[in-house]
Each structure stands twice: as structure tokens, then as C-alpha cells.
């Protein structure tokens, strides 16, 4: 009886066992199941995000879009990037010549100062011009998309990505043939370049390695026209400077990644082919300017009754510059495109000797920033309030002062913008642009300014 009784306690007792690992194991099966829906659900709404964000944009005229765009893009594979249809057909409208044997050129920051002027001088002519910008905000971006909306205006379309994104760049060599990519994106200011070094090594060492390496397996190969500096003459007292002249004392780092720059062309050129040809410019100025740079600050600072620092050298000498204005620049570089002899090589492989130049083009007259802020004075009507400062030791050289014959024999470049006029121009612009109502003085609207800018 007892051992009955047992068998049945056992027999119950492994039921409620059983029903008890019934519904645990149930109660799993309904927890995990909640828990796999909702690691499906986030990846697929994480999914969305990143395709939203990196959807490019047909005319992105939003700052704060393109903001989260850069971030992610840096995060993301370039998979994503760009693409579509109607990106493709831009990409190839804005690249296609209007004219015969026009060029088809690939501009590199093309937003900026010189790349804006210089995509919208080769369009009107009937040149094709895609450009590529990444929009960083080194100074006020808004000023980029000014320009942005200037040229698309002129049915200029910017790419916005990076020079550093290798996929990008072969993805538009694959839908172009460029025949030219004048190459202006870089980290320029001098004195900048002590508090952040790195994107100096970033875009004018490793972005401009990139693109070397994308044009050298483009079929055909682009010949390549580029923004080397002044500043590479660095200590040099040789006047005027002279290409031949030495480049091995740079006073910054700024200087140091274009003299960088054009070893690197050196390389390119001798290994694969490519033609290269190195514009060394001299403190470029005029209407949509670079905010950094000092005439535009100090007319800034001026209209609104800021004090300024006007540096002399260690021994109260003036500081000078050759200032060019940026129209002359402009013919330069055409100069330079309409000269540059094809690449040599394809595919990657040399065929035979190409092209390799440096030029400089400066505006042949230096002139002192003290003067420079007495003209401003006379075209703001206002007296700047100096502080006359030695020249902090952060990279600045005393002076600058270019000769230009090798520019004009090669393809005639003779600037004709003398410092006044030019700031004028650039005045006019930057009271215009920032709708500065002043006491400006009459003489800005001179019968005999015809500036378009
Ligand atoms: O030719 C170049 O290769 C370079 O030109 C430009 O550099 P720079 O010639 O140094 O121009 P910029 O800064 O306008 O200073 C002008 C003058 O004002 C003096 N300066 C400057 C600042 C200040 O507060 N006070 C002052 O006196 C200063 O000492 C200098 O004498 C580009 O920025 C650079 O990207 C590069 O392209």
C-alpha cells in the first residue's frame, strides 16, 4: 500500500515538474520573441536613418542637414554616397562642355573663394564644370553656400564629399572623363595651422595624395592644374621670388604641406604620367573672399569700430604683400588649363614623359598692411583703430614679392589690378553682401567701376 501510495506521490509530483518546465519554457519562447522584434525593429529603424541621412541631396542648400551628413559619411562606407539617377544625370549636364574641344573640368573646392570664381570664368566660356566641396566649417559655411547658390545659378552642380573619399572620386571618373581637375580644396591660413596641424596633413597631403592616386588609373588621365602657395618660399630674401628660387625653409606648417604638395607632383608625374602643373598664389583678395585672411577681417572689424592688429617684423619694420586680386588669379588659371599638355600614362602605367610646372602668380608689387588699412580706411571712411603689433612667431613671413615672367611667357598672365581698385571692388561686394547700410564713401560707386562681382 505504502509503496502504491509512493508510486503516485512520484508519478504527480514529475506531472507538476513537467507543467511547470511547460510553462517556463513558453514563457521563454513569448520573451525571446518579444526581444528578437524588438532587435529587428531598431536595426531596421536604424537602417532608414542612415539611408535617409546619406541619401545625397539634389540641391542641398541646408546647413544643418549637410552637417549630420559629413558626420555620418566619416562613419559610414562610402556605399552609400551619392548615386541616383537624377545625382548622375547633374553630375554629367554641369561636367558636359557647351563648346567645341571645351574642357571638362573636375574643380575642387569649388565653394570656396578661388574654386567659386574660377568654375564660374571656365563655364562662361562654355567649359563643363563639376565641382566637389565638403563644405567645412573652417570659416562661416554660410559664405560657401553663397557661392554654391551663385553657381548653381550657372547650372554649376557641387558634389559635396571629400577629396579623402577615394569611392567617391573613382565614382565620378567612372561617369566623367575629365580632361582637367583644377585641384583648389585644401586647409589654407597660415597662422591656423599651429592650433590644428592635423587637417593641414589631412587635406593638403593626404586628400591631394587621393586624388593623385584616382587620376592616375582614370582612363584617359586628367592633366591636373593646383593651388600650391607663396608661403613656400618661406625665408627665402632673394627678391622678387623666383621659381627657381629655394623652397626649403617654410615657415609654417601651412607652407610645409604645399612644398609637400609639389614633391608629391614631382612623384606623381615621374611614375605614372600624369601632368602637373603648381600655381603658387600671393595673397588672393577680392569680392567673395576668404573670411580668415586679413583684408576682410579688418574691414569686418572696421565697420564695426574693432580695434586691429597691424604686425611689424621683430625689428618695427612693415610687413608687405604682394596682394593679387582675384580676377587676375582667374586668367592665370585658365592660362595654366588651356596650357597643360595631356597626361602620358593609363591605367595606372607611364607611357612617356609628361608635363611637370610651377608657376607663381603674384601681382609683381608688394604692398605694406599698413597701407592696406589706410585704403580701407579711405573706402570705409572710417579710422581704424590700430594696435601696432611685432608679428607673433606663428608662421608669417616679413614679406612676399613674385616675379612673373615665366607665367607670361607660358601663357601670357600679366596682372592689371593694382591694390586700390581691387579693394574697392571688394568693399562694394562686402557692404552689398552683408547688407551693411554706412558712411561709406561716394568714390566706391565710381562711374568707372564696372564690376560685375
Ligand atoms: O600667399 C599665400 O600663399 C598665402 O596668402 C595668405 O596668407 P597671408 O599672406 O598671410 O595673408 P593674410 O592672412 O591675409 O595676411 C596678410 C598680411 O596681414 C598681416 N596680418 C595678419 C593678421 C593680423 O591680425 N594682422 C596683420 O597685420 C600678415 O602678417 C600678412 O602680412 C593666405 O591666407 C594663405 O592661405 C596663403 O594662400
Given at each position: 500500500?505504502?509503496?502504491?501510495?509512493?508510486?503516485?506521490?512520484?508519478?504527480?509530483?514529475?506531472?507538476?515538474?513537467?507543467?511547470?518546465?511547460?510553462?517556463?519554457?513558453?514563457?521563454?519562447?513569448?520573451?525571446?520573441?518579444?526581444?528578437?522584434?524588438?532587435?529587428?525593429?531598431?536595426?531596421?529603424?536604424?537602417?532608414?536613418?542612415?539611408?535617409?541621412?546619406?541619401?545625397?541631396?539634389?540641391?542641398?542648400?541646408?546647413?544643418?542637414?549637410?552637417?549630420?551628413?559629413?558626420?555620418?559619411?566619416?562613419?559610414?562606407?562610402?556605399?552609400?554616397?551619392?548615386?541616383?539617377?537624377?545625382?548622375?544625370?547633374?553630375?554629367?549636364?554641369?561636367?558636359?562642355?557647351?563648346?567645341?574641344?571645351?574642357?571638362?573640368?573636375?574643380?575642387?573646392?569649388?565653394?570656396?573663394?578661388?574654386?567659386?570664381?574660377?568654375?564660374?570664368?571656365?563655364?562662361?566660356?562654355?567649359?563643363?564644370?563639376?565641382?566637389?566641396?565638403?563644405?567645412?566649417?573652417?570659416?562661416?559655411?554660410?559664405?560657401?553656400?553663397?557661392?554654391?547658390?551663385?553657381?548653381?545659378?550657372?547650372?554649376?552642380?557641387?558634389?559635396?564629399?571629400?577629396?579623402?573619399?577615394?569611392?567617391?572620386?573613382?565614382?565620378?571618373?567612372?561617369?566623367?572623363?575629365?580632361?582637367h581637375v583644377l585641384h583648389l580644396a585644401a586647409q589654407a591660413g597660415v597662422r591656423y595651422a599651429m592650433k590644428n596641424p592635423q587637417s593641414y596633413i589631412k587635406s593638403n597631403i593626404a586628400g591631394f595624395v587621393n586624388l593623385l592616386e584616382t587620376a592616375k588609373l582614370a582612363n584617359p588621365q586628367p592633366a591636373i592644374v593646383w593651388a600650391s602657395s607663396s608661403s613656400v618660399y618661406g625665408l627665402n630674401t632673394n627678391v622678387p621670388f623666383s621659381e627657381n628660387h629655394r623652397?626649403?625653409?617654410?615657415?609654417?606648417?601651412?607652407?610645409?604641406?604645399?612644398?609637400?604638395?609639389?614633391?608629391?607632383?614631382?612623384?606623381?608625374?615621374h611614375i605614372y604620367g600624369l601632368s602637373l602643373t603648381a600655381l603658387r598664389f600671393f595673397t588672393v583678395y577680392g569680392p567673395w573672399g576668404r573670411p580668415d585672411m586679413a583684408y576682410f577681417f579688418f574691414t569686418k572689424d572696421m565697420t564695426q569700430g574693432k580695434p586691429i592688429n597691424v604686425y611689424v617684423t621683430q625689428d618695427n619694420k612693415e610687413v608687405a604683400r604682394d596682394f593679387t586680386y582675384i580676377d587676375d588669379v582667374v586668367k592665370g588659371c585658365l592660362g595654366a588649363?588651356?596650357?597643360?599638355?595631356?597626361?602620358?600614362?593609363?591605367?595606372?602605367?607611364?607611357?612617356?614623359?609628361?608635363?611637370?610646372?610651377?608657376?607663381?602668380?603674384?601681382?609683381?608689387?608688394?604692398?605694406?598692411?599698413?597701407?592696406?588699412?589706410?585704403?580701407?580706411?579711405?573706402?570705409?571712411?572710417?579710422?581704424?583703430?590700430?594696435?601696432?603689433?611685432?608679428?607673433?612667431?606663428?608662421?608669417?613671413?616679413?614679406?612676399?614679392?613674385?616675379?612673373?615672367?615665366?607665367?607670361?611667357?607660358?601663357?601670357?598672365?600679366?596682372?592689371?589690378?593694382?591694390?586700390?581698385?581691387?579693394?574697392?571692388?571688394?568693399?562694394?561686394?562686402?557692404?552689398?553682401?552683408?547688407?551693411?547700410?554706412?558712411?561709406?564713401?561716394?568714390?566706391?560707386?565710381?562711374?568707372?567701376?564696372?564690376?560685375?562681382?
Open positions: 500500500m505504502a509503496s502504491s501510495l509512493d508510486t503516485s506521490k512520484v508519478m504527480k509530483l514529475e506531472r507538476y515538474n513537467s507543467y511547470i518546465r511547460r510553462v517556463n519554457s513558453s514563457k521563454l519562447i513569448a520573451a525571446s520573441s518579444k526581444l528578437l522584434f524588438r532587435v529587428t525593429l531598431l536595426v531596421a529603424l536604424l537602417l532608414i536613418f542612415f539611408f535617409t541621412i546619406n541619401y545625397h541631396p539634389l540641391s542641398s542648400e541646408n546647413t544643418s542637414h549637410h552637417h549630420i551628413h559629413t558626420t555620418t559619411h566619416n562613419l559610414l562606407s562610402s556605399a552609400f554616397y551619392g548615386g541616383g539617377a537624377a545625382w548622375e544625370k547633374q553630375v554629367r549636364h554641369s561636367s558636359t562642355p557647351r563648346r567645341a574641344n571645351g574642357l571638362s573640368v573636375l574643380v575642387t573646392g569649388a565653394a570656396g573663394f578661388v574654386g567659386s570664381h574660377c568654375s564660374m570664368a571656365l563655364k562662361k566660356r562654355g567649359d563643363g564644370v563639376l565641382g566637389i566641396d565638403n563644405f567645412n566649417s573652417y570659416y562661416d559655411p554660410s559664405l560657401k553656400r553663397g557661392r554654391q547658390k551663385l553657381l548653381a545659378q550657372h547650372e554649376i552642380f557641387i558634389v559635396e564629399g571629400d577629396i579623402n573619399d577615394a569611392e567617391l572620386l573613382s565614382k565620378l571618373f567612372d561617369i566623367v572623363p575629365f580632361t623652397t626649403d625653409q617654410p615657415a609654417s606648417l601651412y607652407a610645409a604641406t604645399k612644398k609637400a604638395g609639389e614633391e608629391i607632383a614631382h612623384t606623381y608625374n588649363l588651356d596650357t597643360a599638355e595631356k597626361s602620358t600614362g593609363s591605367g595606372g602605367k607611364k607611357k612617356g614623359p609628361a608635363q611637370l610646372r610651377v608657376y607663381n602668380l603674384g601681382n609683381t608689387s608688394p604692398v605694406s598692411v599698413k597701407k592696406l588699412v589706410t585704403i580701407l580706411e579711405s573706402l570705409l571712411n572710417v579710422k581704424a583703430k590700430k594696435n601696432v603689433i611685432k608679428m607673433p612667431r606663428n608662421g608669417d613671413v616679413p614679406f612676399t614679392h613674385a616675379n612673373v615672367s615665366l607665367a607670361y611667357r607660358d601663357f601670357g598672365y600679366k596682372p592689371t589690378t593694382d591694390l586700390s581698385s581691387g579693394l574697392r571692388k571688394f568693399v562694394k561686394w562686402y557692404l552689398s553682401y552683408y547688407g551693411i547700410q554706412s558712411k561709406v564713401n561716394k568714390e566706391l560707386n565710381s562711374p568707372n567701376d564696372h564690376s560685375e562681382d
